[in-house]
């Protein structure tokens, strides 16, 4: 079946099986490098994606159901290609080091500092907790976060 929907702001249409999930379609279809398989089961977040500004495992995500709606990867958070404020923060604080999660942490807090501006760490933390991250720690992460709802 052919589905469409915008995909960081661009119009897309693919076709796809009534299994495919959302992961399947970005990454093997549509050549999306940003968003990753890491458990299959929406436990580690790698896959996240923000469907209609909400956030959501693309891997536990038929693709048949986002006809029509409006897909952000961490790629759509860029603007005239420079990163944004928040991905700089991440840059800035040594948040990433592998780089697998990032995205997904990157989504996460854009998520969270859109309705919460001002975040406590236990707030972060909690927001985070759905996001699995190998390599640094939480430290960094947290501190990118904090220091984008500084700004």
Do not use: W
């Not at 948040?95 to 501006?117: S, W």
Request: hydrophobic share 40%; aromatic share 6%.
């Amino acid at each position: 079946m052919m589905i469409r929907f915008y995909l960081d702001g661009q119009l897309v249409e693919v076709d796809v099986k009534p299994t495919d999930t959302l992961l399947k379609v970005l990454v093997d279809k549509l050549g999306i490098t940003s968003v990753h398989y890491g458990c299959g089961e929406g436990s580690c977040g790698a896959c996240m994606v923000m469907v209609d500004g909400k956030l959501r495992y693309s891997c536990l995500t038929f693709a048949a159901s986002v006809n029509d709606k409006k897909i952000t990867t961490v790629a759509g958070l860029l603007s005239d290609h420079e990163l944004s404020p928040l991905q700089k923060k991440f840059v800035e604080n040594n948040a990433a080091q592998c780089g697998y999660c990032t995205p997904g942490m990157v989504l996460v807090a854009k998520a969270l500092l859109d309705k919460n501006p001002s975040p406590s760490d236990e707030e972060i933390f909690d927001a985070l907790a759905g996001n699995l991250c190998r390599c640094t720690g939480y430290v960094p992460i947290v501190k990118a976060v904090k220091s984008a709802a500084r700004r």
